[in-house]
């Protein structure tokens, strides 16, 4: 408020300039994403049979489960602080789609790490991936609602765009016994949602990053 009163001018300018570097960091990123779909599809769109992989998975595997783990850990730190009052809630997160988004990502994040890391192609595989699939394609679908950096969209819709367009093609692919297809495919929407995760906690944000960072402030 003071901010306001005594430097209008000054605090507009620097929104400006932090809106501006969240624009650029997600262009970035999204730009870095779509090379990352470019070099997996080269390999997808060929995949039609499956190659078991080693005991103990790839290493692309097992940085996607640590990945994972690592943002979980992190969500699970946020939302503990700011459930036990040690951080007050940004208001963005009051907002109906950003809530509805933001419940829908913390409850796919515990599944991804759980397909990665058990094994494969049993019945509790299945009956978890549609569930999985379900509620990414669903917060995908509510990303549509949020319009944080111009007011309509931006780079981050791209995220939910190729979401939508893969959670048909994962199930489709394991339908049709597509295994490799299926499994490089969970494994860019597992990194997608790493890179997703690492924008969220850029400090200063004001969303659910500022919840967690609050521990070293």
């Known amino acids: 408020m003071a901010c306001q009163a005594e430097m209008p001018a000054g605090c507009h ?17 999204t730009l870095l994403l779509i090379g990352l779909w470019g070099h ?6 060929t995949a039609d049979t499956f190659e078991t992989p080693r005991k ?9 489960l640590g990945g994972c783990s690592i943002v979980l850990a992190m969500t699970a730190i946020a939302l503990a602080n700011g459930l036990l009052g040690n951080a ?4 963005k997160l009051r907002e109906p789609s950003v809530v509805v988004h933001l419940v829908i990502a913390v409850a796919a994040l515990p599944l991804t790490v759980v397909q990665l890391a058990r094994r494969k192609g049993d019945f509790l595989h299945r009956t978890i991936g549609y569930v999985w699939c ?17 007011g309509g969209f931006s ?18 692919a394991a339908r049709t016994r597509r295994r490799k297809t299926h499994r490089n495919l969970v494994l ?3 990194y997608t949602q790493i890179l997703a995760g690492v924008l969220t ?7 659910i990053g500022d919840l967690f960072w609050v521990i070293w402030s």
């Open 56 to 64: 103990g998975g790839k290493p692309i595997q097992t940085v996607a």
């Open 188 to 190: 860019l929407m597992a």
């Open 88 to 91: 007050e809630w940004p208001a």
């Open 13 to 29: 300018a620097e929104a400006h300039s932090a809106k501006a570097a969240l624009t650029d960091n997600w262009i970035v990123s």
């Open 201 to 207: 906690f850029i400090p200063e944000r004001h969303s």
């Open 134 to 150: 379900g509620l990414l394609f669903g917060g995908a679908l509510v990303s549509f609602l949020i319009h944080e950096l111009t």
């Open 40 to 45: 997996w599809l080269g390999g997808i769109v």
């Open 155 to 172: 780079p981050p819709h791209l995220f939910a765009i190729m979401t939508v367009i893969a959670i048909p093609w994962i199930i489709y």
